[in-house]
C-alpha cells in the first residue's frame, strides 16, 4: 500500500529521504551514476528539481541489504522512477 510523504532532501539520482523515514528510499529499477562519477551531479539535479519538498506517493516493494526501501513512487500520476529512468537514456 502506497504511503504520502514528503520529501526532504534528495542524496543522488535514485536515492531521497522523507520527513517520516529514518532511512534513505531508492527507485525501484533505476541504476543512476553515482555521487562523484559521471553524470552524478547532473542527475542529482534532475531527481531534485522533480521531487525535492513535494509530497510523493511510496510504494515499497523491496528491501536492500542496508535495510532501506526499494520503492515504486509517483508524484500525482506521473511514475518518478520511469521518468528518472527515460532521463538516463
Not at 36 to 56: C, D, F, N, P, Q
Request: without cysteine; charged residues 35%; positive net charge.
Amino acid at each position: 500500500m502506497a504511503r504520502k510523504e514528503r520529501v526532504t532532501r534528495v542524496i543522488d539520482g535514485d536515492t531521497f529521504e522523507t520527513a517520516s523515514r529514518k532511512r534513505p528510499i531508492r527507485l525501484a529499477n533505476v541504476d543512476a551514476p553515482e555521487k562523484g562519477t559521471r553524470g552524478g551531479a547532473a542527475a542529482t539535479k534532475a531527481l531534485k528539481s522533480m521531487i525535492e519538498g513535494e509530497t510523493v506517493s511510496v510504494d515499497t516493494v523491496a528491501r536492500d541489504v542496508y535495510g532501506r526501501s526499494v520503492a515504486k513512487v509517483k508524484l500525482g500520476r506521473r511514475s518518478v522512477n520511469k521518468a528518472v529512468k527515460d532521463r538516463l537514456k
